[in-house]
């Protein structure tokens, strides 16, 4: 008995010393909560796993006033932080597309499985303005009469005009494009008492016309020295750019649709001139916002659209917020940031999320685009690794996503800055890493980007393919629901807009840091929702905290789990 108390003490002190993420006056907060809940068992535990589990319901577990030892994730209700807008994916030219080779009902219930009450539920969702690398054809806007500053030929009908069956013979559904696509996903969520579906819009790119390349985009070449651009606006332009902006949330306004939120550009940064982009620094994005698209905004009918700026990778964020949310001029413009995760396999950037919230804590950060990139594609010079760089065996194959299969544009490429943030992963620690971590640290919404996908990953005509939730055989019309779809299902159905998150801690005793990933949020009925991630082969066993109160969970190997528990 003496030597088991021993190491009782011995797991009890380890696992204090390594709660993680937290100072020592949190670490004392959170282990001396005693406020008892009055809890006796945990409402819901559902699981998404390797072993096949999709969002399955498990055994609810007891709590007990005993005191827990060893491995903790201690939750502190009391404590609950931002205000989480929504889970979600995005609607594309490519996505609509792939649907369009669907019969209409078939094409529906896909569609329900996404937006439905029964299915994902998704809530917070992003679309083109124009045409992206995941347009059918690319080169698409909505002016483009050349030199029309007065945007008197202004039309979105490109999104509505739908595919020719004579031009793709697989077409089954030659009307469906993607602003029908957002109209089914609004008629599914008109049907449910929480129709929640709010939408983010970003422009890859200004008409060709406004920009300083008068083109969509330059590749890189041998003649520019392999510096391809996707250029940037003229200054004589900055105003009709802005004008354009806002025509496009009039026009989908009068089509039935509103917009929730807008950036002024996808990846400021660029893309090298691979497709549709179009460049901005900090500083002139700020001056844009400042003189012309935040007036402009002002002065319309859609003074409560949410501005979001940036929209690129969380490594530069801090640069960007400063530049634009420390201008006091800008920043009564701006409704918070947009973020992407491609400077990092493995890195949520919590750090930099944390300083960013920190100095401006009165604005929101949104992911607004995360995917399994550049799948697919064969190795190009420099790339040390060539074998695993180009993946195979993807569709209808959940092992490949819950395994270490997937690389990214980096991986191993000796031209890469920091190839070491690229290692190869598992596709879905990468998605639920993501989300659990950046919940602890301030993000209000995440969204995913492409919904639907054909088997390949496309259509891209810039050769980008990539992973989706869903993913068909265009030629047989078989719907594969990838386990990322499963994931992201769970955490759209348990973590619900106008939930809050709330104070998550995790005491790891002999695990790595990387094992388990904890968060939870909770509803305005007190329900709470614990969201948890287990990295490893094993199952992990821990004790759930919630003030003085203690219920042993078992987490499977290789798992989500969603722990609920009505407060």
């Known amino acids: 008995m003496e030597v088991r108390a021993v190491a009782a003490a011995l797991v009890a002190l380890s696992s204090a010393m390594l709660l993680s993420c937290t100072s020592d006056k949190d670490r004392e907060q959170a282990l001396s909560n005693n406020k008892n809940f009055g809890l006796t068992s945990t409402s819901e535990i559902l699981l998404t796993s390797e072993a096949g589990d999709k969002m399955s319901v498990m055994p609810n577990q007891s709590f007990t006033t005993e005191r827990a030892n060893g491995i903790q994730v201690v939750i502190q209700p009391d404590i609950t932080k931002q205000t989480i807008t929504g889970i979600g994916t995005s609607f594309t030219e490519s996505a609509a597309f792939v649907l369009a080779h669907l019969p209409p009902e078939k094409r529906l219930e ?12 998704f809530s917070l969702t992003r679309t083109p303005i124009g045409s992206t690398d995941f347009s059918v054809e690319g080169k698409l806007g909505y002016a483009e009469v050349e030199g029309d500053a007065a945007l008197e030929h202004f039309t979105i009908a490109p999104d509505s005009d739908g595919f020719s069956k004579a031009k793709y013979p697989g077409i089954q559904d030659e009307s469906f494009d993607v602003l029908p696509m957002i109209k089914e996903a609004k008629s599914i969520k008109a049907k449910q008492d929480d129709g929640t579906l709010n939408i983010i819009a970003s422009a890859w790119t200004a008409p060709p016309w406004m920009k300083d390349i008068n083109t969509w985009f330059i590749k890189g070449s041998e003649e520019n020295d392999w510096e391809g651009t996707g250029g ?73 659209t949410r501005l979001l700026i940036y929209d690129q990778n969380r490594d530069h964020l801090e640069h960007w917020t400063d530049v634009i949310l420390g201008d006091p001029d800008t920043a009564p413009y701006v409704y918070g940031s947009a973020v ?31 995917t399994i990139d550049d799948l697919g594609k064969p190795a190009s010079k420099g790339i040390l690794d060539p074998v695993k760089f180009q993946e195979s065996g993807w569709f209808d194959n959940d092992e490949f996503w819950w395994n270490e299969n997937a690389t990214d544009w980096a991986y191993t490429a000796t031209w890469a800055p920091n190839p070491e943030n690229h290692p190869i992963y598992t596709p879905v620690h990468r998605y639920a890493r993501d989300i659990i971590v950046s919940l602890n640290h301030w993000m209000n919404g995440w969204v995913d980007w492409n919904a639907v996908l054909d088997a390949k990953g496309g259509p891209n005509h810039a050769g980008n393919f990539c992973g989706a939730p869903i993913m068909i055989d265009t030629e047989t019309g078989y719907v594969y629901y990838t386990p990322i779809y499963d994931v992201l299902a769970q955490f759209s159905r348990t973590i619900r807009p106008g939930d809050k998150a709330v104070k998550t801690d995790t005491l790891l005793g002999a695990l790595e840091q990387d094992d388990l990933h904890a968060s939870s949020t ?32 078992t987490l499977p190997a290789n798992a989500l789990q969603t722990v609920r528990v009505q407060l």
């Open 110 to 121: 896909v569609m329900n499985n996404l937006y439905g009450e029964s299915g994902a539920n």
């Open 232 to 304: 940037s606006l003229k200054p004589e332009y900055e105003s009709t750019y802005a004008d354009y902006l806002v025509k496009y949330l009039e026009h989908y306004k009068e089509a039935g649709v509103d917009i929730w939120g807008l950036t002024p550009v996808n990846e400021p940064h660029g893309n090298s001139g691979n497709w549709e982009s179009m460049h901005f620094t900090a500083e002139t994005q700020n001056t844009f916002i400042k003189e012309f698209l935040g007036p402009a905004l002002k002065e319309s009918a859609f003074n409560d």
């Open 340 to 370: 992407h995760w491609y400077s990092s396999t493995v890195d949520v950037y919590e750090k930099v999320l944390e300083k960013v919230h920190n100095k401006f804590p009165d604005f929101a950060i949104i992911h607004t685009e995360g």
């Open 522 to 553: 909770v509803n305005e009925s007190g329900l709470l929702s614990v969201q948890l991630l287990n990295t490893t082969k094993k199952p992990i066993q821990f004790d759930l905290v919630i003030g003085a109160q203690s219920a042993l969970i």
